[in-house]
């Protein structure tokens, strides 16, 4: 290897001229033998002695998970696995394709290791069913489900083995959250763990009826209620909200309806609960707006009723082509 040759008492000040000068070669290390010290460098330089001698070869240090599976994958293959990546609490949440499930220990090492989290599982299985959650494999680090994840300032328990959650709509919470007003009467058609009624009741003062039809969701909302410091109030429902709505005497300023895949079959429930001037936040799996603001003005027509569509966005892709859309409807 070629290396700068200087006595040992010199060595420090030209280790740093090299450095700065961007020669010297970080692959090797520094060597000191018979009171001369030699440094590796990348290419020539003049004023120096030049030697070429053996050197030992730094042990690579991996800096990030890229790093660490360098050598097992491709860079797209790793780009691929790092936007897959959900972090809920301790416990990080993994895609991996088919094609590298014989590497899925090796992924799971990599990232318990640079998440620093503390529980790894891999995906088994979409979402799927009326509680719309997914099978998940145990990985690495501790096998423990259940974790506290923190969302805009609010703390929320959860168990990711038995309820929906994901960490990827928290823009979209604190967007609707932001568009609340204090005093509203919100209906929360499908709570889940209830990100949307505990982060608006952490910042308004509001009224919140609260109906999710997994259990394990509301014995978890009702945890969460004790575990935030709420300006508003939260009511919590089990039960299919076409059948437990049937006891509520109130109507409603705002209706939220995150059950994308079927939200519209709900319609004309949240239609008939809805207060006159009161706002919708309706979600759906789409290409595109139109299906779902068709969907809203039917059933509008159906029950003789005016709409007028406030606002469109698309909160997150799904698979390619399609999207979580969400649409805000005021209903007069
Ligand atoms: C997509 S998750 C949304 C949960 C929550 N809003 C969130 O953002 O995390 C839909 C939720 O609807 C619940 N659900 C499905 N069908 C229902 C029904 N008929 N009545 C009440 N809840 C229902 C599921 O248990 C699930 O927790």
Redesign the pocket.
Known sequence: MKCVKVPLRQLNDTRIKLMEKGIMSMEYRIKACDDYGYIPITEDIEDYEIDDIELEPMKKVPHNFSELLEDELNSEEIENLRTSFDTIGDVVILEIPEDLQDKKQLIGDAALKFTKRKSIYMKKSAIKG???VRDLEFLAGTDNSITIHKEHGARLKLDVKE????PR?ATERKRVMESVKDGEKIL??????G??PIVIARNKNVDITA????EE?IKYLDENIKLNKLKGNINTYC????EVSKSFNLKFDRI?M???G?AYTFLDVAFNLIEDGGIINYYEFSDSYDQGINRLKNTCEKLGKDIEIINTRKVKSTSPGEWHVAIDAKIN
């Open positions: 009326t509680t719309r309820v929906y959650f994901s709509l929360d058609m499908f709570c889940g763990i990100p949307f109906v999710d039809i997994n969701a039960g299919d909200v076409r939220i995150n059950l994308p079927l």
